[in-house]
C-alpha cells in the first residue's frame, strides 16, 4: 500500500514592504524588470468613453493613512465588456496597479467609466470596479467594490448592493465625484466609516 504523505498549510504572511519589489520594481526603484509597473497604464490608446480619475488613502483603524499600501483595480470598458469579450475596447487595459504615495499614502487611477454589466441573470449591475487591496499588516488581500455616488439610478437596482443588510453602509462603496472628471475613494479598514469588504 503507497503511504501518502500530506503537506500542511503554512502559515499566513502579510504582503510586507517586498511586495512593492515583487509587483511594483519600478515604483521601488529597481529598474530593468519592465519598462514601466504592469498595471501602470490603463489607457493604452484612444479609449472609449469618459475618462476619469479615482483617487483615494486607504486609512487604518486609528485614522492614519496607509503609506505601503498597494491597489489594485479590475473593471469593464465604457460599453460594459471586459478584455477578451466581443467588443470589448482594445484601447482599454481593464486592469490596473498602482502603491500609495510614499508620503500620503494616496493612489491614483486614470482610467475610463465603466459601463453598466449584466449581472449572472440578466440584470444590469451598476458601473462598478472590483478593487484589491494589500499591504503590511493585512494577511490575505482584501476585496471591495467601487460605486459611483452620481449613479444614484442604477444603484438602487444592483443587484450586489440590494444584498447588503446594513444599509447604512453602503455609502462606504461610494466613490464621490470631485469635479473636472475626478472621484475620491477612501478606503478604511477599521473603526467608524469601515469599508465593506467581500469574502470572495
Known sequence: MQRIERLKESPSQTAGPYVHIGALPNFAEIE?????????????????????????????????????????????????RYPGQDGADPAFAGWGRQAGDMETGEFAFETVKPGPVAFRDGRLMAPHVSVWIVARGINLGLQTRLYFADEAETNATDP?????????????????????????????????????????
Open 32 to 80: 530593468g524588470v519592465y519598462d514601466e509597473d504592469l498595471g501602470h497604464r490603463m489607457i493604452t490608446g484612444e479609449a472609449k468613453g469618459e475618462r476619469i480619475t479615482i483617487r483615494g488613502t486607504v486609512f487604518d483603524g486609528t485614522g492614519a493613512a496607509l503609506r505601503d499600501a498597494m491597489v489594485e483595480i479590475w473593471q469593464a470598458d465604457a460599453q460594459g
Open 160 to 200: 450586489i448592493l440590494a444584498r447588503i443588510e446594513h444599509r447604512d453602509r453602503i455609502g462606504t462603496l461610494m466613490a464621490r465625484p470631485e469635479g473636472d472628471g475626478v472621484y475620491r475613494f477612501d478606503i478604511r479598514l477599521q473603526g467608524e466609516d469601515e469599508t465593506i469588504f467581500f469574502d470572495i
